[in-house]
């Protein structure tokens, strides 16, 4: 399995402004994903972040609000920009398992609050 | 035919007994059906995980059983103890290796 681990872990931030999110796999890995997660809700697929290639994104998000960037296989920053309250939830880093494209392991998430 | 039907949104079972939470999904394209479980403030681990090839998986207390022909499957706690309380997401994956996720189940276990 991969171990990941995001920073920060939590943020209080402001209306108008943006806030980067990092992702750190402990192995290189081909895919990687972010999530946004309302707490006691389920998941819900931002895009997916190929290395040496843009990032995908789901119906619902644009690359203008949530740039992503994944320099290499075992990193990846999600930026959420121009904040809003709306945006404030759980942002959670995946990364698929080493093993034949195996399912895929989490990290802890990044909780932010946006007054 | 992207949904995966999660049922039931929660869930108490006394200690020592069963937790069944069941999943039914449509898209018979997907390949790995994986079940995570998420601690309060925590992000989701993998539980359990099982291939349609396959009708049961069991890892110690988790069992999953799947009905290929039905399109469900289900995830078994046995022995249910206070530390499984936690949410339970049943997951799909679809042929662009994305997870289409269940809605979550709440599981408490009563002392």
């Known amino acids: 399995s991969a171990v990941i681990s995001q920073k920060p872990s939590r943020d209080i931030c402001q209306r108008g402004t943006s806030l980067t999110i990092q992702c750190q796999v402990d192995?290189?890995?081909?895919?990687m994903f972010w999530y946004r997660q309302q707490p006691g809700q389920s998941l819900t697929l931002i895009a997916t972040a190929n290395q040496g290639s843009e990032a995908t994104y789901e119906s619902g998000f644009v690359i203008d609000k949530f740039p992503i960037s994944r320099p290499n296989l075992t990193f990846s920053t999600l930026t959420v920009s121009n904040m809003s309250p709306e945006d404030s939830s759980i942002y959670l880093c995946?990364?698929?398992?080493?093993?034949?494209?195996?399912?895929?392991?989490f990290g802890p998430g990044t909780r932010l609050t946006v007054l | 035919q992207q949904q995966v039907k999660q049922s039931p949104q929660s869930l108490i079972v006394q200690k020592g007994g069963i937790s069944i939470i069941n999943c039914a999904y449509e898209n018979t394209a997907f390949d790995y059906f994986p079940w995570y479980q998420q601690f309060p403030g925590k992000g989701p681990a993998l539980l359990i995980a099982?291939?349609?090839d396959v009708s049961e998986k069991k890892e110690g207390r988790f069992t999953i059983s799947f009905n290929k022909s039905a399109k469900q499957f289900s995830l078994h706690i046995m022995d249910s103890q206070p530390g499984d309380s936690a949410t339970y997401f049943c997951a799909a994956r679809d042929s662009n290796y994305q997870l289409i996720w269940g809605a979550g189940t709440k599981l408490i276990i009563k002392p």
């Open positions: 995946s990364a698929e398992g080493d093993n034949q494209r195996d399912t895929q392991y």
């Open positions: 099982i291939r349609p």
């Open positions: 192995s290189q890995v081909t895919m």
